[in-house]
């Protein structure tokens, strides 16, 4: 309930906040974020239950131009993949993806060299997920679109280098086409937020080029 009375509040300033602009019109944007996280779900006690684990890990370099004050639009690359495993021998699986997204993002500067920022993209992607689980084994091939939204924060170290970090998929819809290799496509269609799907804190660095700054 604090999470998202926080995150409520921090996108409130966001769109109330009116100073002055400090990433001025013209300015190049260059950088990339990094996502980690890892999961561990314990078996409940029952017999045929067994300790899960689970690891994912994201990069996504990013290039754009401020087109106005605060206002970055660029095009972003995205690299994914997750793997999964139980306790017992046969149960594993990982999931590979790489695609690319057209973005925008806007900044409202908060004081002593703060921005909180709102990033929104659309984008598609090529996927690849193999698993195996007991005597059973498989793959699905495809592809996948989708819009995503997320808040963060920014701190400037100095006036052309940013350390942020954000909330991966705080909003977001995909479209999901995949074949297991029988010729029967699969077709999903999910949305959601954070709290239903979290999936770790985006750390990323960003370099703003000729009129970033006070």
Known sequence: MKLKTLLFSALTVFFATNVNAQIKK??????GSINFASEK??????????????????????????VKDNLIVGIEANFFTREYYG????????????????????????????????????????????YRNGGTS???????????????LAYSVTSRLQLEAA????LYAS????????????????????FSNFSGINI???????KAGN
Not at 52 to 63: I, L, R, Y
Not at 204 to 210: M, S, Y
């Open 26 to 31: 013209g300015s190049i944007f260059l950088g």
């Open 41 to 66: 779900t314990d078996p409940p006690g029952a017999p045929g239950f067994q300790t899960q684990k689970q690891n994912t890990f994201g990069v996504s370099p990013a290039v754009g131009k401020a």
């Open 138 to 152: 498989g793959k699905n091939e495809g592809y996948n679109i989708g819009l995503n939204f997320y808040p963060g």
């Open 175 to 194: 479209y999901t086409n995949l074949d297991p290799g029988n010729g029967i496509h699969k077709r999903t269609f999910s949305a959601g937020t954070a």
């Open 204 to 210: 990323g660095v960003r370099i703003l080029l000729n």
């Open 87 to 130: 306790s017992g021998p046969d149960f594993s699986g990982n999931e590979k993806m790489a695609g690319g997204a057209f973005f925008a993002r806007k900044y409202a500067p908060l004081g002593k060299n703060f921005y909180l920022f709102g990033h929104g993209s659309l984008g598609a992607g090529w996927q690849k997920t193999s």
């Open 167 to 170: 909330m991966p998929s705080f």
